[in-house]
């Protein structure tokens, strides 16, 4: 399969714990999206990466969410101390750029905090 | 106000309606996507669109630049067809509209 994966599918964690997601990009995709979705809502943006550089951060990316993507291949979303209102969808996209930037998703990691 | 706009947030139709989707944005764009997102949170690419029209199969997905408005038809609609449709137009980054939940019964 050479689709966008993300990993875990599912975590449940305790309020105050930390959690790291990981995304694997289309292998030549150069643009890593990272986005969030609640119930009943539509994803809203996080973070994007170009290659292994963070280019643009979302005002809803507080100092406990840090995002990584040291070798422009695979990233990691980190969250730290772990609040209910964290419960979300968690999506990753790839992309080429030059393909006018067509974003592929993966299926998710599911984050629910107790 | 939303940067992007869907309507209607809820539909539900018979086996065999034709379905329109509709989505307006306040943005600047470069292009516009249409998404499926089925039960269980998979978001799958329709169309991305800058001008003009696509089609695919049944579905049908227009835009018009100057009125910054995009549809998205599906003909001929099946159950399988039920789904979340998610309109998101592209500056770098994606900027999402909510939704539209769409059942189809038989």
């Known amino acids: 399969d050479t689709g966008v994966s993300q990993d875990p599918r599912h975590k449940i964690t305790k309020r105050g714990q930390n959690v790291t997601f990981r995304c694997d990009p289309i292998s030549e995709h150069n643009r890593l999206y990272w986005y969030r979705q609640t119930l009943g809502q539509g994803p809203e943006f996080l973070t994007y990466?170009?290659?292994?550089?963070?280019?643009?951060k979302s005002r809803l990316l507080s100092d406990r969410f840090s995002a990584e993507r040291p070798k422009g291949s695979f990233s990691t979303l980190e969250i730290q101390r772990t609040e209910q209102g964290d419960s979300a969808m968690y999506l990753c996209?790839?992309?080429?750029?030059?393909?006018?930037?067509?974003?592929?998703f993966g299926p998710g990691t599911r984050l629910t905090v107790l | 106000k939303n940067e992007v706009e869907q309507s209607p947030q809820n539909l539900t139709a018979q086996e065999g309606e034709f379905i329109t989707i509709n989505c307006s944005y306040s943005?600047?764009?470069?292009?516009l996507h249409w998404l499926q997102q089925h039960p269980g949170g998979g978001i799958v690419s329709l169309f991305m669109?800058?001008?003009g029209k696509k089609k695919h199969g049944r579905l049908i997905a227009t835009i018009n630049i100057q009125e910054k408005h995009s549809s998205l038809h599906i003909t001929a609609s099946h159950p399988r067809d039920s789904a979340v449709y998610i309109c998101?137009?592209?500056?770098?980054?994606?900027?999402f509209g909510t939704g539209t939940r769409l059942q189809v019964f038989p």
């Open positions: 943005v600047g764009i470069s292009a």
């Open positions: 998101a137009v592209n500056d770098d980054k994606l900027i």
């Open positions: 996209a790839s992309s080429w750029l030059e393909d006018y930037n067509e974003q592929f």
């Open positions: 669109l800058s001008s």
């Open positions: 990466f170009q290659n292994e550089a963070q280019l643009e």
